[in-house]
């Protein structure tokens, strides 16, 4: 069985202030994928990044970055001197073949406000 | 390039009543699948597709039916709708070989029975 922790419900920040959100995983597949996507106020999901499991690189765009660490089963999300429009709900996402083919199995989601 | 249609937006419906959601996408995806979106519960998937004539149970399929007689079109069928199917519906495809790419999601649909 595949699942997807996202223990944070909602984070309040500060304009400009850092943010990360936590995301952790469990599958016994050896191949899958890591996603993250946004749920902005106006409700529909936006794609931002996918990871495979063999490429445990860190990636950086612009203001966003995420940290894949297989070792703690993580790929956590972080936003860099974060804005109002960053305020949405975040999901991360696994897909795997022991999920049924692909499917992906999403955490619970994550809210972050920003305040201006 | 439309991507994932979803129709419809909105839609009201009496406990009993039936319906269907469609889904519809122009990608040539092998994959289709259906979430529902409740507060606090994340995306739950209801069924999916790996390919026309295809289909299978996710986490929570009771009370709705799926067919996937083309490529194209995974309609969500409500056969006798209970108000705790009050949701907001997704329907989201994807391609096998570009699986890594991401999911792509339709707009969505808020259903609400009364």
């Known amino acids: 069985a595949q699942k997807v922790t996202q223990a944070q419900t909602e984070i309040s920040v500060v304009e400009k202030e850092d943010v990360t959100l936590d995301c952790v995983y469990e599958?016994?597949?050896?191949?899958?994928?890591l996603f993250w996507y946004k749920q902005p106020p106006s409700g529909e999901l936006v794609f931002l990044i996918r990871?495979?499991?063999?490429?445990?690189q860190n990636e950086i765009s612009g203001r966003y970055s995420w940290n894949f660490q297989k070792s703690t089963s993580s790929f956590n999300f972080t936003i860099t001197a974060s804005q109002v429009v960053d305020s949405a709900v975040y999901f991360c996402a696994l897909s795997a073949p022991g999920g049924g083919s692909y499917i992906p199995t999403f955490g619970r989601g994550t809210s972050l406000i920003v305040h201006p | 390039n439309a991507g994932v249609t979803q129709t419809p937006k909105f839609q009201v419906l009496k406990t009993g009543q039936s319906m269907t959601l469609q889904c519809a996408q122009d990608m040539n995806h092998e994959y289709m699948s259906w979430y529902r979106q409740d507060p606090g519960m994340g995306l739950r998937l209801i069924h999916y597709?790996?390919?026309?004539?295809?289909?299978d149970q996710g986490e929570v399929p009771n009370g709705y039916n799926v067919s996937r007689s083309t490529t194209e079109d995974f309609p969500l069928r409500l056969l006798s709708a209970a108000p705790s199917q009050t949701s907001v519906y997704f329907c989201?495809?994807?391609?096998?070989?570009?699986?890594?790419?991401?999911?792509?999601f339709g707009s969505g649909t808020r259903l609400t029975v009364v």
């Open positions: 989201a495809s994807s391609s096998y070989v570009a699986g890594g790419y991401g999911y792509t």
């Open positions: 990871r495979n499991s063999f490429d445990e």
């Open positions: 597709s790996v390919g026309a004539g295809i289909t």
């Open positions: 599958t016994r597949d050896t191949t899958y994928y």
